[in-house]
């Protein structure tokens, strides 16, 4: 069903988005589809990742528009397999962590898609203060340490949202996006 209905639907509105979010990164970004779960049991989520790589999105900050049971979500995430990335953005949290708690106070309905037992549960609110950020820069030092935040909305909301209100939720979430790629 995941190849069959979703990843067509997926690829159709990633190549409608694409030119968009290259715009907001200020460089070009390439579409990945990709899905988690499915081996032993049932696919968890499926999604497109945009990143600066033709080749692969896991080693590199990246926008991700997800499809799951519980909804749809515009998001920026950063994985545990971008090491040098993780460090120097860590050093650069704790050198910038009260500026960047002052710059991104305004991020209402921003939720983390991270885990601890990695199956991708239940989502929290969180709020992007200097308390976020220095346990930030700690996460990103851990070997699986990772980065998914971003904003979501219900199944039954995902049936009339409009391509636009995907727009403005990657809107929001560029200058997070940004201060990911800048660590580069």
Do not use: C
């Given at each position: 069903m995941v190849?069959?209905?979703i990843?067509?639907?997926?690829?159709?509105l990633?190549?409608?988005?694409?030119p968009?979010?290259?715009?907001?990164?200020?460089h070009?970004?390439?579409?990945?589809?990709?899905f988690?779960?499915?081996?032993?049991g049932?696919?968890r989520e499926?999604?497109?990742a945009?990143?600066?790589?033709?080749k692969k999105?896991r080693d590199?900050?990246?926008f991700t528009l997800?499809?799951s049971r519980s909804g749809?979500?515009?998001?920026v995430?950063?994985?545990s397999?971008?090491?040098?990335?993780?460090e120097r953005l860590?050093?650069?949290i704790?050198r910038?962590?009260?500026?960047?708690a002052?710059?991104f106070r305004s991020?209402?309905?921003l939720?983390s898609?991270?885990?601890?037992?990695?199956?991708?549960g239940?989502t929290?609110?969180?709020?992007?203060?200097?308390t976020?950020?220095?346990q930030l820069a700690?996460?990103l030092?851990?070997?699986?340490g990772?980065?998914?935040?971003?904003?979501?909305?219900?199944s039954?909301?995902a049936?009339?949202?409009?391509?636009i209100?995907?727009?403005?939720?990657?809107?929001?979430?560029?200058?997070?996006y940004?201060?990911?790629d800048a660590?580069?």
């Amino acid at each position: 069903m995941v190849k069959g209905r979703i990843w067509p639907e997926l690829r159709r509105l990633s190549e409608t988005l694409t030119p968009g979010l290259s715009l907001l990164a200020g460089h070009d970004l390439h579409p990945h589809l990709a899905f988690q779960g499915g081996r032993e049991g049932p696919v968890r989520e499926a999604y497109t990742a945009f990143s600066p790589s033709k080749k692969k999105f896991r080693d590199r900050a990246h926008f991700t528009l997800a499809v799951s049971r519980s909804g749809v979500h515009a998001r920026v995430a950063l994985g545990s397999e971008a090491l040098e990335d993780r460090e120097r953005l860590a050093r650069r949290i704790e050198r910038e962590g009260p500026n960047l708690a002052k710059r991104f106070r305004s991020m209402a309905g921003l939720r983390s898609y991270v885990s601890d037992d990695g199956n991708g549960g239940s989502t929290t609110e969180i709020a992007l203060d200097e308390t976020f950020w220095r346990q930030l820069a700690a996460v990103l030092r851990r070997p699986g340490g990772s980065l998914d935040i971003g904003f979501g909305w219900s199944s039954s909301r995902a049936r009339t949202l409009a391509r636009i209100e995907i727009m403005t939720a990657f809107e929001r979430l560029a200058p997070i996006y940004r201060l990911l790629d800048a660590a580069e």
